[in-house]
């Protein structure tokens, strides 16, 4: 499977936006997805996940309440809805995909296959 992420840009601080991963190939709805970031000079963080079923959603403690991930397995595509954005969000955003990770590897990104090339999300303050 193929990932496009698109969505990021420039938005004050409080603001929101909607990042989108859209997904090549077949079975979308077969796979595990999530949203991870990375800031400059930190290492890769896992942000928010949903399982194939899309009844199962993890967030990171640092984006619960403010983020909200979902999908659209017609569309191929996994959402991050971004809202009361802080200036310590700014990172670029990497969607993943996976078809056999389990629920308690969700996080770790080493566990996905397949990954888009990333979004610039900046949050001024």
């Known amino acids: 499977v193929q990932l496009q992420a698109c969505g990021g840009g420039l938005v004050q601080a409080g603001g929101s936006l909607r990042l989108s991963c859209a997904a090549s190939?077949?079975?979308?709805?077969?796979?595990?997805m999530a949203w991870f970031r990375q800031a400059p000079g930190k290492e890769r963080e896992f942000v928010a996940a949903?399982?194939?079923?899309?009844?199962?959603?993890y967030y990171a403690d640092s984006v619960k309440g403010r983020f909200t991930i979902s999908r659209d397995n017609a569309k191929k595509t996994v959402y991050l809805q971004m809202n009361f954005l802080k200036p310590e969000d700014t990172a670029v955003y990497y969607c993943a995909a996976d078809r056999n990770i389990i629920t308690s590897s969700l996080a770790m990104s080493d566990q996905y296959d397949y990954w888009g090339q990333g979004t610039q999300v900046t949050v001024s303050s």
């Open positions: 949903i399982k194939w079923g899309g009844s199962s959603i």
């Open positions: 190939g077949r079975a979308f709805s077969t796979y595990s």
